[in-house]
């Protein structure tokens, strides 16, 4: 049943006082998401009109208000929640051979105090490209920046054998130390906010020849891109304090990326990004594939929070609320996601929406 996977959560309530099972709302607000609707009231509504169909709220003739649903999800404490649906996504993860991890961050832009503040809660998830399933996510306290808190998301994943990948931000070393400690493998964004390291790995570049190169077009509508990959031995760094400062250093690699816009007049577009990787895998085209995974969280999981299931347009705030609901925005996604139609995101949602037995098809598929 679909309930199970929320079975592991702890009750915040006094359970002989209450009218309305915890497994049953939280299995509410899921459908409420994974039929495009997206706020408590709309969970009041799926409950009143639909909760029956699931084998919800069979025992009681009442049906929870939008203020029960408020209160209860934001008294669940997060870490709950997390476990649920972070376990469930494992057991996917454990019959992959190759793991690819993308760490990103990403604020909720509804959480602000006021529309358009700049403060509001901020999160960095883990993310398993290659099924897109959320791994595990991580809050970033108030007056602290990303850093301090990737080492709290490590500390929660299972990593032995995977490789991460993080943007500049987080290309720390101890961050770097502490993959490698796990068991995992490191492929990290290099940037200005490590100077030192850019410059050694420019001259690399700029001296040497690379050890494999990859390179491969794309058109989509009125786009061209092509991205040429290169990689190159770390020992050829000059400056060894710099190549030693960093665990196991075996790999740089750079990304040079030329896109053409057709529609625009063949306007053109060139960027050249770097990285270091602890791996020594000299396969231009495998960490063309990870550089290119590591985007994509943009717009396979960050755009469709917000686009597809309106994350930015939140305002819950209460408590662990932002952060409970945001893992239930992401479990529905991945439901979605599981779909083998050709339907759009959105338009699975109308469907489920629409048609019972397609929702109910969904939820089987991804083992509900």
């Not at 919800?56 to 997060?78: K, W």
């Amino acid at each position: 049943m679909l309930i199970k996977i929320f079975d592991g959560i702890k009750d915040p309530r006094k359970i002989d006082v209450c009218t309305y099972e915890l497994g049953d709302l939280l299995a509410i607000a899921l459908l409420t998401y994974l039929t495009g609707r997206k706020d408590y009231k709309d969970m009041a509504l799926f409950a009143k009109y639909r909760s029956r169909e699931f084998g919800l709220l069979h025992y009681t003739e009442e049906s929870p208000s939008n203020d029960t649903f408020e209160r209860v999800i934001g008294a669940i404490g997060r870490d709950f929640m997390e476990e649920c649906v972070v376990k469930h996504g494992n057991k996917i993860m454990d019959s992959m051979n190759e793991k690819h991890i993308a760490l990103d961050g990403k604020k909720q832009r509804g959480t602000a105090p006021r529309l358009g503040d700049e403060k509001g809660d901020y999160q960095l998830n883990a993310w398993a490209t290659e099924n897109s399933i959320i791994l595990g996510q991580e809050k970033v306290k108030d007056k602290e920046n990303e850093i301090p808190a990737y080492p709290r998301l490590l500390d929660k994943l299972f990593i032995k054998g995977a490789t991460v990948s993080i943007d500049a931000m987080g290309t720390q070393v101890d961050i770097a130390q502490k993959i490698i400690d796990k068991g995992g493998h490191y492929f990290l964004a290099v940037k200005e906010n490590q100077g030192s390291l850019l410059a050694e790995c420019k001259d690399v570049i700029k001296y040497n020849k690379p050890v494999s190169e990859h390179s491969e077009t794309d058109k989509e509508h009125a786009r061209v891109e092509t991205r040429k990959v290169s990689i190159y031995d770390a020992s050829l760094m000059e400056d060894k304090d710099i190549l030693n400062r960093w665990p196991s250093l075996k790999t740089i690699v750079c990304v040079q990326t030329q896109t053409v816009h057709v529609s625009e007049g063949g306007r053109t577009e060139q960027a050249i990004r770097y990285y270091i990787s602890d791996d020594d895998f000299h396969l231009a085209k495998y960490f063309g594939e990870v550089a290119r995974a590591h985007w994509a969280i943009e717009n396979k999981l960050h755009w469709h929070l917000d686009v597809t299931l309106g994350e930015d347009d939140c305002r819950a705030r209460k408590n662990n609320a932002s952060e409970n609901l945001s893992m239930l925005r992401k479990l529905a996604l991945q439901i979605l996601t599981n779909a083998d139609d050709n339907l759009s995101m959105q338009k699975r949602m109308v469907r489920a929406s629409l048609d019972s037995d397609y929702l109910t098809g969904l939820l089987k598929k991804y083992g509900f």
